[in-house]
């Protein structure tokens, strides 16, 4: 045998063993190819509890290669532990590089939120689904939902909108907001918040959705119509915050509320950390920010 | 060579990462489709199964995966054995069983509709056929829009199935049920998934 460039162990390169490997990407090739539709497969134990990703870590692995570059968020933010833990992961198992960086990346794996910065083709983003099935809430039985995916009666849905007006007088869901795929597919965009839905219709990049709890994966090629659902009279509408980034300044991102002492103190931050440390950089600030100048720390393993 | 050698050698240098390679080249031409992925030569089948050909069955099949020859490809025993040893995939009773095609000769296929189209409850059960081509460039050109094509592609590949244009305007209007494609070329790949339309070119 010739030593390999690299020092770790190839046969289970990126964990997954090779017939694994090929059953999530036999899976992910007919995501591709019927945008929106849930496809089952037979997901694997991961070194990690259901509902911590491992749906999302099986597609990651199974598509990742050598060369990729790979960025991990969990609510926006890179250093929290579930994406410092993956991202170690991945270093670990298949000594790819990492990043912070949205631009560098070539997979970006998220758990609910896309990126500010816009994504590029040839970039591939995915996301760790809980419960990839839009209709679970509404009809428990997967004999019923299957049913309704092959007929295309979404029906259901609209009704549980049209509750949500009469009862709020608005629609109230503000994360999970049920999108249609190419006109055919209603599907379950993962929790990640209303705001983010625009940024999937026609998004130059590969989408993959990877559910490991309850085992399918789903997938939005690029340049795909992605349409949140919604009535003539209340159309869809996505958050909108009434001050700005209270570190960086940055007006139309999503931002989180983050509790600063006892007393009712709080501000509204970037909830994309790269994006707010990339504008604060440039220059930019915002009413809270630092005096002095941010200090280059070390990017997050 | 005899049929014992023949088997044995050409599979993957370097298994996982050729395997890896090979499906993102898979992957981004499904994601695009029209788009000519390249791919370097990363087997060696019997002929006349094709070197990309070949590299995709590696990287996609195995016992899982129930496969069908077209006739060509059907009576060498050299291809079957070669096949047989580097995926463990067993060969399909009929069209309608099998995961994967692998068609050598389009021009001369069976129509699409004889293979698996999956269910309005399972979609997924569908043939992929992967059909191998000699170019993209010298047949007769399609004009494509769809999923994953930001207005339009256009591609000519060679040798395509007699009224392809035709056949697959059945095979959209079946969906979310259909075959899927992988032109396979001595080049690279490139994919027609169930989504993609052909629009009639005009003289």
């Known amino acids: ?301 | 060579m005899d049929i014992a050698t023949q088997a044995i050698e050409g599979g993957f240098a370097d298994p996982v990462f050729d395997a890896q390679t090979v499906f993102r080249a898979v992957m981004d031409a499904m994601a695009r489709p029209g788009t000519l992925q390249p791919l370097p030569v990363f087997a060696r089948p019997p002929a006349p199964l094709s070197a990309t050909a070949g590299a995709i069955a590696l990287a996609l099949c195995d016992n899982d995966t129930p496969l069908w020859l077209d006739l060509v490809l059907q009576p060498p025993a050299a291809i079957k054995s070669w096949l047989g040893f580097h995926t463990g995939a067993p060969l399909a009773n009929t069209p309608a069983d099998a995961h994967f095609a692998l068609i050598a000769t389009p021009a001369e296929m069976m129509a699409l509709d004889g293979f698996s189209q999956g269910t309005q409850d399972y979609p997924d059960r569908s043939t992929t056929l992967i059909l191998q081509v000699s170019d993209l460039v010298s047949g007769a050109p399609l004009l494509l829009e769809g999923p994953g094509i930001e207005t339009t592609a256009t591609i000519a590949p060679a040798q395509m199935p007699r009224h392809f244009v035709e056949q697959w305007k059945q095979n959209n209007q079946r969906f979310p049920r259909g075959v899927d494609i992988i032109l396979a070329t001595p080049e690279g790949v490139a994919c027609l998934p169930r989504t993609t339309r052909i629009k009639t070119m005009e003289a």
């Open chain 1, 1 to 301: 045998m010739t030593a390999q460039p690299t020092d770790i162990a190839t046969y289970n390169f990126a964990y997954l063993d090779e017939q694994t490997k090929r059953m999530i990407r036999r899976a992910i090739l007919k995501g591709i190819a019927i945008p929106g539709y849930q496809v089952p497969f037979a997901s694997r134990e991961m070194p990690m509890p259901y509902g911590w990703g491992t749906g999302g870590v099986q597609v990651t692995a199974s598509i990742i290669g050598p060369d990729d570059v790979l960025k991990v968020i969990d609510q926006g933010a890179d250093d929290t532990t579930n994406a410092v833990s993956i991202r170690a992961f991945f270093k670990k198992v298949a000594n790819v590089a990492v990043t912070t960086e949205t631009a560098k990346a070539t997979i970006i794996q998220t758990r609910h939120r896309i990126p500010e910065h816009p994504l590029t083709a040839g970039q591939v983003l995915v996301y760790q689904v809980p419960i990839p099935e839009p209709l679970r809430f509404l009809e428990p039985r997967e004999t019923e939902t299957r049913k309704m995916h092959a007929l295309e009666e979404y029906g259901l849905m609209h009704v549980k909108l049209y509750e949500d007006i009469a009862r709020h007088g608005r629609i109230a869901t503000t994360y999970a907001y049920p999108v249609k795929v190419e006109g055919r597919y209603v599907m379950d965009p993962s929790p990640t918040p209303k705001f983010d839905n625009p940024k999937m219709h026609r998004s130059p990049a590969l989408q993959l959705f990877g559910a490991g709890r309850e085992k399918r994966i789903y997938a939005l090629p690029p340049f795909t119509d992605v349409v949140s659902l919604d009535f003539e009279d209340h159309p869809f509408e996505v958050q909108t915050f009434d001050q700005p980034c209270a570190l960086c300044a940055a007006e139309n991102v999503y931002l989180d509320e983050v509790i600063l002492d006892d007393h009712g103190g709080y501000m509204f931050v970037c909830s994309d950390t790269d994006h707010c440390e990339k504008r604060r950089e440039q220059g930019h600030r915002g009413h809270l920010a630092p005096e002095s100048p941010l200090e280059k720390t070390e990017p997050a393993q």
